[in-house]
């Protein structure tokens, strides 16, 4: 073959072999390609995401107390006013309205309160004891006495109109009643002080009458509400049972505080 054929087959070859510069366009076309296809998925993808995020029906709004067991429990006392036109009327009255004690047994003015440990429905414990120093009011309740329910209000307003400095309500629940009964009672009526459990032999709820505990059966708690004053040093200074008017319980308080 003569040298002018092969020159010719030489220079044929290099026209058809792409520069280096050619194949560096071309290998970042295809990049750039490759690029593009990858951010349009991804976008459609996202589209899709925030299409189905828009398009789901709302969640239901989360029920009160559904992860606190003894809310939930509470919730299935159902609890429910049992007062009637007839409780609810002293309360308003003067204090020369006071109704004398039904129960002969209470303990007597002067002796010394009966210190006791108890806790309330979520479990803190309250000992009497830790309120000396201030007068106490010191109520004994069951949750379906339209008389305690009927006072529930008043003791609250009470409570909350007297220094804490001075002043203390503590409420002792006096058939033995369960803590969701007790703790469906506070929710109910907003009860701002230590509602306390007396277990009992024979346990109560809202639903079901119980049986005192032993410090309701200490204070002859027989008759709903009863209560007690107790003055700074821990002593009896007034007590009584039935509802009683609001005027007669803050002179009383007032007294066991030295005002």
Not at 54 to 72: H, K, M, T
Not at 114 to 127: E, H, I
């Amino acid at each position: 073959m003569g040298r002018k054929a092969r020159g010719k087959r030489e220079r044929s070859a290099a026209e058809r072999k792409p520069s280096d510069a050619q194949a560096r366009s071309g290998l970042g076309a295809r990049r750039i390609a490759l690029v593009v296809t990858a951010c349009l998925v991804g976008a459609l993808a996202l589209a899709a995401g925030l299409v189905a995020l828009l398009s789901r029906p709302p969640s239901p709004a989360p029920v009160e107390g559904a992860a606190d067991p003894l809310a939930a429990a509470a919730a299935g006392v159902h609890f429910h006013s049992t007062m009637n036109r007839d409780v609810g009327v002293i309360e308003t009255r003067s204090a020369s309205a006071e109704l004398p004690p039904l129960n002969p047994s209470l303990l007597p003015v002067g002796s010394e309160a009966p210190d006791f440990t108890l806790q309330t429905p979520s479990g803190a414990t309250v000992r009497l004891s830790d309120y000396r120093g201030k007068a106490v009011l010191l109520e004994f309740f069951a949750t379906w006495c339209p008389h305690c329910q009927a006072e529930a209000s008043h003791l609250v307003h009470l409570t909350e109109s007297l220094p804490a400095s001075t002043y203390a309500t503590i409420s002792v629940n006096a058939d033995g009643e369960d803590a969701a009964s007790v703790y469906a009672f506070d929710r109910y009526f907003g009860i701002p002080y230590p509602t306390l459990l007396d277990p009992s032999s024979r346990p109560g709820s809202f639903n079901q009458q119980g049986a005192p505990g032993p410090v309701s059966l200490r204070y002859e708690a027989g008759v709903f509400p009863t209560f007690y004053v107790i003055d700074r040093d821990g002593r009896i200074v007034w007590r009584s049972d039935r509802e009683q008017p609001d005027a007669a319980l803050l002179r009383e308080l007032r007294i066991a505080a030295g005002a």
